[in-house]
């Protein structure tokens, strides 16, 4: 009977120690990733404005998920849009695949639609390209 191999991952990363005041006797760690089998990890930027749509729209900003340079890839994202007519909304995705930039680097585009929310519950509409890496 053929033994199956198991897979492994090396992954290097940062661990840092803090002291959380809220919990008694306990710490956490933060593990900030370096490499994921020997590729090194990145992140990119992205912003823009919501859709106009009941009266008003959003700003949003954030930094993707870590990703493997090198090879071709998606990034996670996750924000909270700008507070404005009494309410925010909650932007998440992934992000398309990387696009190689005649000038080097890449980027990647983005788009979705927002958590509904509002007095009058209604979603908007966001749509972009995450900084060059």
Known sequence: MEEKKKEEHVIRGILLHTDNQNLSDEHSHDMYLITWDGRVLHVHNFAGTTSFDIGHSHQYAGTTEPAPIGVPHTHGYYTVTSFNDGHTHTIQGRTGPDIPLPTGGHCHLFEGVTTV?????????????????
Request: avoid cysteine.
């Open 117 to 133: 929310n509002g007095r009058i519950p209604h979603t908007h509409r966001y749509s972009g390209r995450t900084s060059i890496s």
